[in-house]
């Protein structure tokens, strides 16, 4: 799965800091390479990061790697996406979703 090098690798190191403390609201896509719905998602995310670059992060977890933020999350199925704000979670999508439904999560957090 590809994905541009605006969308940020979101880890247990720097989720404290990239996604609860950040200054921009957050979305968090958890994914995984295996999964069919997450590789049609992926051109959605990456366009997000491009929109929205200089307002909101966009950044990624693959689930296959990084369990505890997974499990801190409380992500149960995937593709899930959640919009992180002040450091609290304001919105959550689970499954197929539209790039629309996205930017409208990233635009009522702004």
Known sequence: MSTSGSVKEITSQNFEGSVLRASKPVLVYFYANWNQLCQQLAPAIDEMAQKYENVAIVGKVNIDDDNAIVTRCGVKNIPTIILFKAGAERDR??????????ASMIDRAL
């Open 93 to 102: 999508v689970v499954g197929r979703t539209s790039k629309e439904n996205i």
